[in-house]
């Protein structure tokens, strides 16, 4: 059973830094997909950024170039380094584990981006 655990959300201010953290209970070297979502209140969720078993990464359009997503697969843990945050980016923050025939997601983390 594969368990995906994020952390590092909290309350920030406009401006500042946050580092999200996603650790896989598997080895995640062979998952084909990796990647954070994110649900508003009253929003769907929606793709934040994405990056492939060979290091191909997808952004949002809303994200690009103040958000890097990265891959340790010597620790098992998927990253989301989130720069010159917006009261915009406040969501609950979803590691998603793309295997194929299975698909996994973390319990969320809540990022909080005051003004």
């Known amino acids: 059973q594969v368990q995906l655990v994020e952390s590092g959300g909290g309350l920030v201010q406009a401006g500042g830094s946050l580092r999200l953290s996603c650790t896989a209970s598997i080895n995640i070297f062979s998952i084909n997909y990796m990647a954070w979502y994110r649900q508003a209140p009253g929003k769907q969720r929606e793709l934040v950024a994405r990056?492939?078993?060979?290091?191909?990464?997808n952004y949002a359009d809303s994200v690009k170039g103040r958000f890097t997503i990265s891959r340790d697969n010597a620790m098992n843990t998927l990253l989301l380094q989130m720069n010159s945050l917006e009261p915009e980016d406040t969501a609950v923050y979803y590691c998603?584990?793309?295997?194929?025939?299975?698909?996994?997601w973390g319990q969320g983390t809540q990022v909080t981006v005051s003004l």
């Open positions: 990056i492939s078993s060979g290091g191909r990464i």
């Open positions: 998603n584990a793309d295997m194929g025939m299975i698909n996994r």
